[in-house]
Structures are given as structure tokens and as C-alpha cells.
């Protein structure tokens, strides 16, 4: 069942257009926290999100842009604001569609299910997914999701680049400049404590699937993915 998460802070509207996409055979996911809707995205892991852009604390291109940080899934603006320099923005920033308000619920629905042909359905391109595999370890970059012994666990997208590099290389030692290199080569200075969070992010999702601890830091040289896992070498 495909789901559909309703970015909307109007409880009615999106009463509304939760009761609607049911009625289609969708599930459908409603963010409540406006300060944590990245968080509800990974939680509940949508194949469409439905996204207002006047909403509180950050607005709809904001979280729009976060998405897109992590995700390909299809974002689709439902908005009162119907200037061209609002739905151009939309589109800049990621998103597939745009809707004005007032809208009928019939074009919503034909939206959503024309975008999730082409995304997950009919027309959605036909390529092999690639995969990373270390000793039983896989990491799946095009899903942005890691398994190791049946159990998953969600990357972002640097997240699944650091970790495709370090399996790539195991076992040997990565440098910190490689690193840096290969995730952020289009920006001419970098703070080196970037690196430190994101592989501290990292070491919290390898704990998840029970093998943070084939995650080292040496000393003066970068890191290195060794597999001491169940199945490891």
C-alpha cells in the first residue's frame, strides 16, 4: 500500500484530504509537529508527500529542501499561494507539482496517481538497484537503507555515501581529506567537526543492525569499517 504523508496545518484541510485519499486504498500519514516534520518523513517513510508551503515555525520550500537532503520521493505543493515566483521556487527547490486553493479533490487525486506511476508505478524507470555488500552487510544507496542480519535500519544521503566508501575500502584506512573529498567536493572550505557529526550519526546507525563497533577512528589517519560483526571475516 502506497502512503502519502499530508504536510497541512489546517486540521480541517487535512482531515479533509486524509478521508479523500483513503477512500483510494492509500494510506495516509499526518504531520502534527510542525518543527519535526524531517523526523515524521523518516519515521514514516512516504512514497508522496502532499506539502503547504505558509506553515508554522519553517515553511513548505523549507522542509521541502531538507527532504530532498535525504529522499527522491515525490513532494506535490497544495498552497492559496498561486504567484508564478511560488510555484517556480517549488519546482528550484524539489518538488514535482504544485496545486493551488482552492483545488478539487479529482485533480488531487489524478496528481497523486499520475506522480506515483512514474515514481513507484507503470512508468517508473526499470534499472537494476545497485548494492553494497561487506560480509553479510548491505547497504541499498538508491533506497537510502542498510541490512545487516534481517535487520534495517534508514540512512541519509551522506550517511549512506560515508558508509558505501568505507565498505568499499575495508579494510583498510580512510582518510578524513578522502572523505571530505568525496562528499562535499563542491564546497571550498568545510569545517572538519562536519565530518566528526556525521560519522557519530553514522556509528548511532550502525549500532541499530549491531555493528558499531566495526567502526574505528584512527588516530591521525581517518576511519576504517572492519567487519566484526556475526558473518564478519
Same mark, same amino acid.
Given at each position: 500500500?502506497?502512503?502519502?504523508?499530508?504536510?497541512?496545518?489546517?486540521?480541517?484541510?487535512?482531515?479533509?484530504? =486524509?478521508?479523500?485519499i483513503?477512500?483510494?486504498?492509500?494510506?495516509?500519514?499526518?504531520?502534527? #509537529?510542525? &518543527?519535526?516534520?524531517?523526523?515524521? %518523513?523518516?519515521?514514516?517513510?512516504?512514497?508522496?508527500?502532499?506539502?503547504?508551503? +505558509?506553515l508554522?515555525?519553517?515553511?513548505?520550500?523549507y522542509w521541502?529542501?531538507?527532504?530532498?537532503?535525504?529522499? =527522491?520521493?515525490?513532494?506535490l505543493?497544495?498552497?492559496a499561494?498561486?504567484?508564478?515566483?511560488?510555484q517556480?521556487?517549488?519546482?528550484?527547490?524539489?518538488?514535482?507539482d504544485?496545486?493551488t486553493?482552492?483545488?478539487?479533490?479529482?485533480?488531487?487525486?489524478?496528481?497523486?496517481?499520475s506522480?506515483?506511476?512514474?515514481? /513507484? *508505478?507503470?512508468y517508473?524507470?526499470? %534499472?537494476e538497484?545497485?548494492?553494497?555488500?561487506?560480509a553479510?552487510? +548491505?547497504?541499498?544507496?538508491e533506497?537510502?537503507?542498510?541490512?545487516?542480519?534481517?535487520?534495517r535500519?534508514?540512512?541519509?544521503? =551522506?550517511?549512506?555515501?560515508?558508509?558505501?566508501?568505507?565498505?568499499?575500502?575495508?579494510?583498510r584506512?580512510?582518510?578524513?581529506?578522502?572523505?571530505?573529498? =568525496?562528499?562535499?567536493? &563542491? #564546497?571550498?572550505?568545510?569545517?572538519?567537526?562536519?565530518?566528526? /557529526?556525521?560519522?557519530?550519526?553514522?556509528r548511532?546507525?550502525?549500532?541499530?543492525? *549491531?555493528?558499531?563497533? *566495526?567502526?574505528e577512528?584512527?588516530?591521525?589517519?581517518?576511519?576504517r569499517?572492519?567487519a566484526?560483526?556475526d558473518?564478519?571475516?
Open positions: 500500500m502506497h502512503r502519502i504523508m499530508i504536510c497541512e496545518d489546517d486540521p480541517k484541510l487535512a482531515a479533509l484530504l =486524509k478521508a479523500n483513503e477512500k483510494y486504498g492509500y494510506d495516509t500519514g499526518v504531520v502534527e #509537529q510542525f &518543527d519535526q516534520v524531517l523526523h515524521y %518523513f523518516q519515521t514514516y517513510d512516504p512514497h508522496l508527500v502532499l506539502m503547504d508551503v +505558509n508554522p515555525k519553517y515553511d513548505g520550500f521541502c529542501r531538507q527532504i530532498r537532503s535525504i529522499s =527522491k520521493c515525490q513532494i505543493f497544495i498552497s499561494r498561486a504567484g508564478e515566483m511560488d517556480v521556487m517549488a519546482l528550484e527547490y524539489g518538488a514535482d504544485y496545486i486553493k482552492p483545488f478539487h479533490m479529482e485533480v488531487v487525486m489524478a496528481k497523486i496517481r506522480q506515483l506511476r512514474r515514481a /513507484v *508505478g507503470e517508473a524507470p526499470q %534499472f538497484e545497485r548494492i553494497v555488500k561487506l553479510g552487510m +548491505n547497504v541499498y544507496p533506497r537510502l537503507e542498510m541490512e545487516l542480519n534481517g535487520v535500519s534508514p540512512l541519509t544521503k =551522506k550517511e549512506a555515501d560515508l558508509l558505501e566508501v568505507l565498505m568499499q575500502q575495508s579494510p584506512v580512510v582518510s578524513r581529506e578522502a572523505l571530505l573529498d =568525496k562528499l562535499w567536493d &563542491d #564546497q571550498a572550505f568545510v569545517d572538519e567537526n562536519t565530518l566528526n /557529526v556525521n560519522m557519530t550519526r553514522l548511532k546507525k550502525l549500532q541499530e543492525v *549491531g555493528a558499531d563497533i *566495526g567502526l577512528t584512527v588516530r591521525g589517519a581517518g576511519y569499517l572492519l566484526t560483526w558473518g564478519g571475516e
